[in-house]
Nanobody, 118 residues
Framework: QVQLVQSGGGLVQPGGSLRLSCSAPGNIFSVSAMGWYRQTPGKRREDSEWVARISTSGISHYQDSVQGRFTISRDNAKNTVYLQMNSLKPEDAAVYHC?????????WGQGTQVTVSS
């Protein structure tokens, strides 16, 4: 089972910024829409909320609550997707999972913790 490799995350104060990264094998990345879900404290993994996605052509979409604060981007040369998170709020605290949606199946990253606290 292929797992995407995530990095980034950590502890940040409210109003701060973090960047998450997620890398995939090239044969998967090139044919996949990439995105992020987040699992907030107390919720099950299957109740994670979708955050953002970006298509293979670079078209991005966001959950309303992060629109204008988060930016998803992809570097096709590095097979990596990024989630730049600015103006972070305590309610953004969660475990963030990246995914790759290929024509055949979904792939997931291992998850990374984002904590927003003063």
């Amino acid at each position: 089972q292929v797992q995407l490799v995530q990095s980034g995350g950590g502890l940040v104060q409210p109003g701060g910024s973090l960047r998450l990264s997620c890398s995939a094998p090239g044969n998967i990345f090139s044919v996949s829409a990439m995105g992020w879900y987040r699992q907030t404290p107390g919720k099950r993994r299957e109740d994670s909320e979708w955050v953002a996605r970006i298509s293979t052509s670079g078209i991005s979409h966001y959950q309303d609550s992060v629109q204008g604060r988060f930016t998803i981007s992809r570097d096709n040369a590095k097979n990596t997707v990024y989630l730049q998170m600015n103006s972070l709020k305590p309610e953004d605290a969660a475990v963030y999972h990246c995914y790759a949606r290929s024509p055949d199946m979904m792939y997931w990253g291992q998850g990374t913790q984002v904590t927003v606290s003063s």
